[in-house]
């Protein structure tokens, strides 16, 4: 599951034409939740993922207890895992209610 999560941020990043310009920061994370449960996190920051409301984003692609699937979003990756092992009842972005599944 975790190749095909990496596969979906690279076609993310095709998709949109971002793998032509400067190349993007990516960071992975795997390990487990607090209840145990397993939990995986990659972030991809490239300066073309701005919001007008937020600006600069960050886009995750997780897998845990949470579901899985795909975010932008402006928090670090400490915060996303938290999300990701639904350790914290706060939001993605302050106006979010969920994350987008897809």
Known sequence: MKRALCAIGWTLLVSTGMA????????????????????????IHHDRFTD??????????????????WIR????????????????RTRWLPDDSTPIDE
């Open 20 to 43: 032509q310009s400067m190349p993007p920061k990516i960071s992975k994370v795997e390990g487990s939740c607090a209840n145990g449960n397993d939990h995986f996190v990659m972030t």
């Open 52 to 69: 007008t409301k937020h600006g600069s984003m960050h886009l995750y692609v997780y897998e845990g207890p949470l579901g899985n699937g």
């Open 73 to 88: 979003s402006k928090v670090n990756l400490d915060q996303a895992r938290s999300f990701v092992c639904k350790e914290t």
